[in-house]
């Protein structure tokens, strides 16, 4: 049975999952499949496993240690597999995950240096914080960089660079602008489900600044379309603003097409994060791009 992992992944997927349902689909069979390879494990054991429940499924005593063994094998099984990949000659890439923000504008600058560090191909995959933390979960990705966690249970988060985020405009601006300043400008704003949107709600909440009151001219889907959308619009006696990373507007600063500046008395930032699955934390891989991109913390 043990020589048959297709069950025991089934296994794995199940638990993780935290639903058969789930389960069967992430794995593409049928429900009736993911219950009949469960069956056929607790038969093999002896002993019940999984119970199920309204709310999802629960591992029995059995199922917990069954479960303990069973992530081993799995990590056995995938560092062999990279092992025998290596025998044959067959290129092995690392997969690095990595939100819009962090993929379009901090990690090109060294990528080329993190393939140095691990000794490997690395390729970077780019989309929003929730998808790149499913696809670290169903181990498409080795590696991901977030600027919203998406906390797991199966899922090491560590504290990596803060963000600043800073008022920014076509138009020069003062070192400093007073909250109650902020009503004056044109402003494009991200759309409302965005973590950077949400960030900057919360801030100005605690200023005591009702965004409901703003002069919006527009609202868009990404910061790099705000960056685009400040630098086209037109010389006004009122600027247009918005809120952005320091990190997408960094070249248009020190070229002097953007200016920026901050709020006075408040500080917008955010903690952006290295996340890995936690049956990978003693990878020596990971333990090499871990050191390397800590210490490149100051960015």
Do not use: H
């Given at each position: 049975m043990l020589k048959d992992f297709t069950k025991i992944e089934t296994f794995l997927t199940v638990v993780r999952e935290k639903s058969f349902s789930k389960a069967s689909k992430k794995l593409g069979i049928s429900q009736p499949a993911v219950t009949q390879q469960i069956k056929l494990l607790e038969?093999?054991?002896?002993?019940k496993i999984v119970d199920r429940k309204k709310n999802g499924i629960r591992l029995t005593k059995t199922g917990e240690e069954f479960h303990k063994i069973a992530l081993?094998?799995?990590k056995c099984i995938n560092s062999s597999e990279k092992e025998m990949l290596k025998l044959i000659n067959k290129d092995i890439?690392?997969?690095?995950?990595a939100s819009f923000m962090i993929g379009n504008y901090i990690l090109p600058g060294f990528l080329s240096k993190i393939k140095e560090e691990i000794k490997n191909d690395v390729m970077l995959e780019i989309d929003d914080s929730e998808k790149i933390t499913e696809e670290l979960v169903d181990r498409k990705v080795d590696f991901a960089i977030l600027e919203h966690p998406v906390f797991r249970d199966d899922i090491i988060f560590r504290e990596w660079l803060e963000d600043e985020l800073f008022l920014v405009s076509k138009s020069p601006l003062p070192k400093y602008v007073k909250p109650e300043d902020l009503y004056n400008y044109h402003w494009i704003c991200r759309e409302e489900n965005s973590h950077t949107r949400k960030i900057v709600q919360e801030a100005f909440d605690a200023m005591g600044i009702d965004c409901k009151s703003f002069?919006?001219?527009?609202?868009?889907s990404s910061s790099t379309a705000v960056k685009?959308?400040?630098?086209?619009?037109?010389?006004?006696?009122?600027a247009t603003v918005s809120i952005i990373s320091r990190h997408i507007i960094k070249d248009e600063l020190e070229n002097g097409t953007?200016?920026?500046?901050?709020?006075?008395?408040f500080k917008l930032s955010r903690i952006l994060y290295l996340a890995y699955l936690k049956d990978r934390k003693h990878d020596a891989t990971l333990d090499t791009l871990i050191s390397y991109l800590m210490h490149k913390r100051r960015i």
């Open positions: 038969d093999y054991i002896e002993d081993k094998l799995d890439i690392f997969i690095l995950g002069n919006l001219r527009s609202t868009v685009q959308m400040i630098l086209k619009t037109p010389s006004e006696d009122t953007l200016y920026c500046a901050r709020i006075k008395d």
